[in-house]
């Protein structure tokens, strides 16, 4: 593989690890507040929260393609503020990616939030722990299974972007040209040497990813004594 073929993978790697990091603080305070509260329009807002998992990723792109472009008040904002564009840019790729990768972070952060349970923030409010404290010092720790889960999850599954980073970002190389779409262009090429390449270290690199979380979060059972 040559450097010009390695370019969009490391394009793919920053957007995942940027994406993953703001989803991981994004996503904290909806799971928090979808695991604890009794609100009636929680499952409204969880059925929002998960429509990218069933939702067409054209779907979603076009969507997204509309409110992000120059006519619309955010693409407005944007361009006003920066003198460019979101739509075709790697800026408009990461807002893209938050909401199709959004599920991917809230879901295992709200099962283990639900899991954690009420009785250790009493416990901590009891001894005088302000809220944000106790979240921070107890909540937090007790549930780093669920990050590391979101967090993988959400690395892995923005690697493999392809329906809405085209139909927001296109193909701008080096801008907007990330693996999965480079993939595409080689088959349309029918370079099929340079997309088997790209294709097996994609695949290779999910495999080691989602096996070190297994691996992790794995249980083994005892052995017979």
């Known amino acids: 593989m040559t450097a010009a073929d390695l370019a969009p993978l490391w394009l793919t790697l920053r957007l995942a690890a940027l994406v ?5 603080v994004l996503g904290t305070p909806l799971a928090w507040w979808l695991a604890r509260t009794c609100s009636r329009i929680a499952p409204a807002v969880e059925a929002v929260t998960a429509l990218p998992l069933v939702l067409p990723p054209t779907v ?3 969507y997204l393609l509309v409110a992000l472009n120059p006519d619309a008040p955010l693409g407005r904002f944007w361009f006003d503020l920066t ?3 979101l739509t075709f840019s790697f800026a408009g790729l990461v807002i893209a990616s938050l909401f199709y990768s959004l599920p991917f972070t809230v879901q295992p952060l709200q099962a283990a939030f639900t899991t954690l349970g009420r009785a250790p923030m009493e416990a901590a409010a009891s001894l005088g722990a302000r809220p944000l404290d106790a979240f921070l010092t107890v909540a937090v720790p007790l549930s780093l299974r669920g990050y590391l889960t ?3 999850l959400t690395f892995a599954h923005t690697l493999g972007e392809f329906g809405v ?3 927001v970002g296109g193909n701008i190389p080096s801008e907007t040209r990330v693996i999965s779409i480079a993939i595409y262009e080689k088959v349309e090429t029918l370079d099929y040497a340079s997309a088997h390449a790209m294709s097996a270290l994609l695949l290779g690199l999910s495999f080691a990813i989602l096996l070190v979380l297994y691996m992790v979060n794995g249980r083994r059972p005892e052995a017979p004594l």
């Open 165 to 167: 980073v085209l139909m």
């Open 83 to 85: 003198g460019t564009t």
């Open 60 to 62: 979603l792109g076009f």
């Open 20 to 24: 993953t990091l703001l989803l991981l």
């Open 150 to 152: 979101a967090a993988v």
